[in-house]
């Protein structure tokens, strides 16, 4: 079993900042891919950004230049650097673990999910 613990959520004025953070715990013994998507209301989840263990990035073009997302190896854990937010950056985003290598198979895993609200 994976578990996902992600934190880092909130309210925030258009302009400003947030970090999420998104800790995997459980048996397995690699993470390949960590990554994070949102949906905001009325709309399909889409990718925000996901990197590789070897930290190969891609991100959506809405967030270039805003978002940074990065992952620490020997903690599982995957940060979400936002700046200069906008309300169209309102949405539910949830942490994505793929290709997690276990005993048995690699596995997919997501979090629960964390709002981010960003005000006008």
């Known amino acids: 079993q994976v578990q996902l613990v992600e934190s880092g959520g909130g309210l925030v004025q258009a302009g400003g900042s947030l970090r999420l953070s998104c800790a995997a715990s459980?048996?397995?013994?690699?993470?390949?891919?960590m990554g994070w998507y949102r949906q905001a209301p009325g709309k399909q989840r889409e990718l925000v950004a996901r990197?590789?263990?070897?930290?190969?990035?891609n991100y959506a073009d809405s967030v270039k230049g805003r978002f940074t997302i990065s992952r620490d190896n020997a903690k599982n854990t995957v940060y979400l650097q936002m700046n200069s937010l906008k309300p169209e950056d309102t949405a539910v985003y949830y942490c994505?673990?793929?290709?997690?290598?276990?005993?048995?198979?690699?596995?997919?895993?997501w979090g629960q999910g964390t709002l981010v609200t960003v005000s006008s």
């Open positions: 459980g048996n397995f013994f690699s993470i390949d891919v």
């Open positions: 994505n673990v793929d290709r997690v290598r276990t005993s048995g198979k690699y596995l997919e895993v």
């Open positions: 990197i590789t263990r070897g930290s190969s990035t």
